[in-house]
């Protein structure tokens, strides 16, 4: 099993910036990629970010250039820094990690409200 926790959710103003952080424990050596997902209230959960192992990266095209994904194979740790929020990021973030399948945090709330 992996167990997955997040942190660093809250309420911000646009054009306002958060750094998720999300504490991986368990069989961590088997995890290969790890992300970020988001749901808003009413839609599906969708892809924000994801890292390999090897630190490639991919991105929804709607956070391009305004998030960035990193992970600390040290610590275990995989982070979401966000700058330039907008309203429509509001959604609950969770933190994922890929293993033999894939795993998720409990999820951690981002509004974006002025």
């Known amino acids: 099993q992996v167990q997955l926790v997040e942190s660093g959710g809250g309420s911000v103003q646009p054009g306002g910036s958060l750094r998720l952080s999300c504490a991986a424990s368990?069989?961590?050596?088997?995890?290969?990629?790890m992300g970020w997902y988001r749901q808003a209230p009413g839609k599906e959960r969708e892809l924000v970010a994801r890292?390999?192992?090897?630190?490639?990266?991919n991105y929804a095209t709607s956070v391009k250039g305004r998030f960035t994904i990193s992970r600390d194979n040290v610590k275990n740790m995989v982070y979401l820094q966000m700058y330039s929020l907008k309203p429509e990021d509001t959604a609950v973030y969770y933190c994922?990690?890929?293993?033999?399948?894939?795993?998720w945090g409990q999820g951690t709330l981002v509004t974006v409200s002025s």
């Open positions: 890292i390999a192992s090897g630190g490639s990266t």
């Open positions: 994922s990690a890929r293993a033999y399948r894939e795993f």
């Open positions: 368990g069989i961590i050596f088997t995890i290969n990629d």
